[in-house]
């Protein structure tokens, strides 16, 4: 068999393609619990791989500080020659000045450095703050991913029950249409069911837009693609237990485990330690020098020690008044870091209170909706089955639909409420 060019180029092109299909990964279908989303969101979102960086970064300044503390050691080499003359005359004698080479091993080590030990600790509170950022990100993270999957869970909850009004008004629509054709009917009662109809199905499609602008916005917390199914296997009656909203109005709130005030806390520390770094500028610095020259060449005159140790020492005397306002404007920055602390912590108590007052706000809701779209359900199948039987009109079905649908909505707005409610606490009380 004769194989031409063309031929070769389009196998060899097709089995590329086929062995690329092989190794690209997927679209992966996910069944995830709400506890399961949010841990796979704490493992793959990426804003807290970011938060986990800039720890990275701080751990990475804070032993950079300590460095400084370390010695610091280096070898230098230099050559000298004399391009003027060769010797020189010292009385009678002549000496020759030949080129000469050195290298010298240089180590020094601070012994007294205020600043260098203040910057480590500043390093240090640095670094405890970037872990506390690690910690907000987590709990902003848990709850995007509650607020998400509440919405879907509801807007599908909601969703459902309209398909299945739907479809008792398409029923009786049918019903109707078929009356007006034989004749025991009025044609205006087909058309007002008909409307009804259509706008349902119109909320319906809505709703499934919504629905999935709502799956996107998870995927995009969870980092997963865009074309990765995902089923959610939370159950609304769970989530929506009357035991765990009364259970959280019994927890205690310290304010001192709250991630915000402990930031605000480190913030006054930090202001603290730059107050000690200001007087670092008027402190004195000791630092121990130890050199070894080694002679690579040597001229005929030649007075270099070999071994040398130093010590040298700095004392600020006068510095024009710089130090004195650097200290005072440190200070000042203090004092308003603790006022700041003050409010933060007072803000804290305030939205404590506001918080579990908005919790059994919800919760009353929560209870009296529960109830209303029970009440409404039962009357919109009343008024159903007595129009199947003659004994109601189109308008009073189109009321009773329209009464049931804004009962729904109340309803998924008080869970929504309720469960966000919630969650507003246990991220004050640090426990989302």
Known sequence: MRWNVSTLLLTAWLATVAG???????????????????????????SLQKASLALEQAEM?????????????NINVNYQTNLVSDSINIGAFKIA??????????????????????????????????????GQTELAIKQAVNTTYYAILLSEFSRDQLKK???????????????????????TEADQMEVTVANLENTVTTMDRNIEVAY?????????????????????????????????????????????????ALSVELSEKQVSS?????????????????????????????NTLMLTASVPIFAGGKNAVNIKKAKLALQASQLDHEQARDQLLVQEKQLRYNLKSALES?????????????????????????????????????????AQSNYVSAVMNLLNAEDELLKLLGTL
């Open 97 to 134: 000045m030949k080129p000469s080479s050195t290298m010298t091993l240089q180590v020094a080590q601070p012994l007294v450095n205020w600043n260098i030990v203040v910057g480590i600790q500043m390093a240090e509170i640095a670094r405890q703050m970037s872990e506390n950022a690690i």
């Open 20 to 46: 690329q299909a092989q190794t690209q990964p997927g679209p992966e279908t996910r069944a995830l619990s709400l506890e399961q989303a949010r841990e796979h969101a704490l493992l793959h979102n990426r």
């Open 366 to 406: 929560f209870e009296i909706q529960k109830k209303n779209i029970e009440v409404t359900q039962r009357v919109f199948n009343n008024i159903t089955k007595k129009y199947e039987q003659g004994l109601s009109s189109s308008i009073e079905v189109t009321n009773a639909n329209n009464n049931l649908l804004t």
């Open 61 to 73: 300044a804070k032993w950079a500080a300590i460095a400084n503390y370390l010695p610091q050691a």
């Open 216 to 264: 996107n916005s998870l995927r995009l917390l969870l980092g997963l693609q865009a074309d990765d199914a995902l089923i959610l296997t939370g159950n609304l009656e769970e989530l929506t237990g009357a035991h765990k909203a009364f259970d959280l109005l019994l927890e205690p709130f310290v304010p001192e485990n709250n991630l915000d005030l402990k930031t605000s």
């Open 165 to 187: 009004n739907l479809e008792n008004v398409k029923t009786l629509a049918k019903a109707t249409r078929i009356k007006v054709n034989v004749g025991i009917g009025e044609s």
């Open 278 to 306: 200001s007087y670092g500028a008027i402190m004195p610095t000791v630092n121990a020098v130890y050199q070894r020259n080694e002679k690579l060449l040597t001229s005929a005159f030649d007075i270099t020690m070999k």
